[in-house]
């Protein structure tokens, strides 16, 4: 997809880090099928560095940035991507087909801004056997009045959505006001909920585009999940529903939760 | 006075002779009314008619019943409107006046044996339309046989039947004239959705498939039904277009209109496993030579399975991984079934052999006729 830009946010580079994201730039690879696509690189200087010295080529770009947290380095990133955006974490894997049914529904479903894929949540080790999935909702009849839409309604009443893998259009994203750099865990819900309200269209593609494994060890979700209480994330929940009405990142210190 | 009788039965003969040959001759199709719902047996006579109606000759359509709906909302305008007549009322009475004529065909489909009966000693060419023998066997007499109802010729919609009924009337001339599929029904470029369809005539089949799957895979709850039934052939073939798989269920059958409707909309058909094979589901193994349900679809024998082989069919399709093959041998048959193969079989088997035939017919007992007369002289 030539006016498509794949965000890699990577704010440490170790063993580690390089088996997982080699195994994310191969999927990259296979899934740019007319070799089109641009890789993005954003995380330190000194992550930079080294990953220049392994990625660097055609349709590779690098930008640095000291920000380690997810939000600042996708606000930061998409000034410099095309027309589309999307967004491949270091440990995660786009299907092979994924920016082709993109193309193909976006070409039918081209009001749309944001085109979320189905996405399987699997246990490692297990990974033909789903136990869920996510986006999925969107896709079933009683859910939203158009299939396949999200609407705000069912987005205040069900909160399983998940935009890892998803094709944006750069232009709307900025619009909006990009992510919310103080929202913990619930920015990618507050950003959904805040486009619908201000008219964007956000499609589910009912195919799986991408695999992200649940609380992969070091990952952020497993952070979250180790060390946030049930009733920080409902916070962080709540407080998404009520922020999603402000374009504008406000200073919401005094709502931050505290023990 | 038989001199008189022969010269009345030589104008007789010449007139129905001319009858052919100027295309004034009507040929009547019985019909059952299915109050409004698509069927596949129905909307093939309706094609027939309207196929002969373009050829020139003249058509009626003939039912009983009294609050007669037709066919104007599930196969469309132009087949409603071909000419029809009640030719008796539901409790027997007569209704339309029919005036038959030897020169008149009359197309009986396999249902109506009482019509066979009733129609014993007219003047017409009778045919037997036999789409489903299985409702012959339901409605042919015990003792009936169409030797004593004076009728030789059965058209039917299959080889696969035409060898069934050869071995059982091995004396009657039988021909086939090939069912077809509309072309409204057809593939799309367009991306789908993830909704199921489901075509049975019984309701109870849809439930069994659908709350089981729910029950047995909650994680696809959120997977759509769509029940195509009673809608008009442009809304069935939308739906088929649209959504990503089909469930058909119809064990009786002897063709399988939905099936072929389905696959020719570029839909994954899971299909339930006919009780008898017909012309196109089967292939036959190069090995053994044994007969074999086609790869183009995929078959299951009981209903209790379906919701496993759904689940995996739906992860499978998400996944990507559907063999292309599938898409490729169901499509293989988009050559058959055509509308314009089946008007050519229509004008081949109506025209150029019954209607020639009884135009022979007539051309001997004329010159039987006329040699007799020349003899008494």
Not at chain 1, 161 to 187: H, M, Q, R, Y
Not at chain 2, 284 to 295: A, C, I, Y
């Amino acid at each position: 997809m030539k006016d498509l830009t794949v965000i890699v946010p990577v704010h440490e580079y170790n063993d580690n880090t390089e088996k997982h994201l080699n195994r994310a730039v191969n999927s990259f690879i296979e899934v740019d099928t007319d070799k089109d696509s641009e890789l993005l690189f954003i995380g330190p200087k000194t992550v930079i560095t080294e990953l220049k010295k392994k990625y660097d080529g055609k349709n590779r770009k690098f930008v640095e940035n000291e920000k380690s947290d997810f939000c600042s380095q996708i606000n930061i990133a998409v000034d410099s991507c095309r027309k589309y955006f999307s967004i491949l974490e270091f440990d995660d894997v786009y299907l092979p087909t994924w920016f082709k049914n993109v193309k193909s529904y976006s070409e039918v479903e081209d009001k749309a801004s944001i085109f979320l894929p189905l996405t399987e949540i699997v246990v490692e080790g297990k990974e033909d056997e789903p136990i869920g999935y996510v986006n999925e909702a969107a896709l079933s009849t009683s859910f939203s009045e158009e299939l396949g839409y999200l609407d705000i309604e069912s987005l205040l009443n069900y909160m399983n959505f998940n935009t890892t893998g998803g094709v944006f259009k750069t232009e709307d994203f900025i619009e909006l006001g990009k992510l919310k750099e103080p929202i913990k865990l619930s920015f990618w819900y507050e950003f959904l909920l805040r486009a619908v309200r201000n008219g964007k269209k956000v499609y589910v593609i009912p195919k799986i585009g991408y695999k992200h494994t649940l609380c992969r060890e070091g990952s952020l979700s497993e952070t979250y999940n180790k060390t946030m209480k049930p009733e920080e994330s409902d916070f962080w929940i709540e407080l998404a529903q009520k922020d999603y009405l402000f374009k504008k990142t406000r200073d919401i210190s005094h709502y931050l939760y505290e023990e | 006075m038989a001199n008189l009788e022969k010269k009345e039965m030589i104008k007789i003969v010449e007139e129905n002779i001319g009858n052919i040959n100027d295309k004034s001759f009507t040929i009547y199709f019985y019909i059952f009314d299915t109050k409004g719902n698509p069927s596949g047996s129905l909307s093939y006579i309706y094609q027939t008619a309207y196929t002969l109606k373009e050829l020139g000759y003249n058509v009626c359509m003939l039912h009983s019943s009294d609050d007669f709906i037709g066919v104007e909302g599930w196969l469309g305008k132009k087949y409603a409107e071909l000419p029809h007549k009640q030719h008796q009322t539901e409790d027997g009475n007569m209704k339309d006046k029919i005036e038959l004529h030897a020169s008149d065909f009359v197309i009986i489909p396999d249902i109506f044996a009482n019509v066979m009966i009733a129609l014993k000693k007219a003047p017409c060419k009778k045919i037997v339309l036999v789409q489903n023998y299985n409702w012959l066997c339901e409605s042919m007499p015990l003792a009936a046989t169409f030797a004593d109802l004076k009728i030789n010729d059965i058209i039917t919609t299959t080889e696969t039947q035409k060898n069934i009924l050869e071995s059982y009337f091995p004396n009657m001339n039988i021909f086939v004239v090939s069912p077809s599929i509309s072309p409204v029904f057809r593939d799309t470029d367009k991306p789908r959705k993830l909704i199921i369809n489901i075509i049975s005539k019984e309701q109870s089949n849809i439930h069994r498939i659908i709350k089981p799957f729910y029950w047995k895979y909650p994680i696809y709850k959120w997977v759509s039904f769509n029940e195509i039934r009673g809608v008009p052939q442009e809304i069935a073939s939308e739906a088929l277009r649209d959504g990503a798989i089909t469930i058909w269920i119809d064990s009786d059958t002897n063709f399988g209109y939905s099936a072929l409707e389905a696959m020719r909309c570029g839909s994954i058909l899971l299909a339930k496993t006919p009780n008898t094979l017909t012309d196109w589901n089967f292939e036959v193994d190069e090995k053994t030579g044994e007969k074999r349900l086609t790869d183009a679809c995929i078959w299951f024998d009981s209903i209790d399975t379906v919701p496993d082989m759904l689940a995996s069919i739906v992860r499978t399709w998400t996944l990507d991984k559907i063999p292309s093959e599938i898409y490729k041998l169901a499509h293989k048959l988009d050559n058959l079934y055509t509308r314009e193969t089946q008007a050519k079989e229509i004008e081949h088997i109506y025209i150029d052999t019954l209607v020639d035939r009884r135009k022979k017919d007539f051309e001997e007992v004329l010159v039987q006729l006329k040699n007799n007369e020349t003899k008494e002289k």
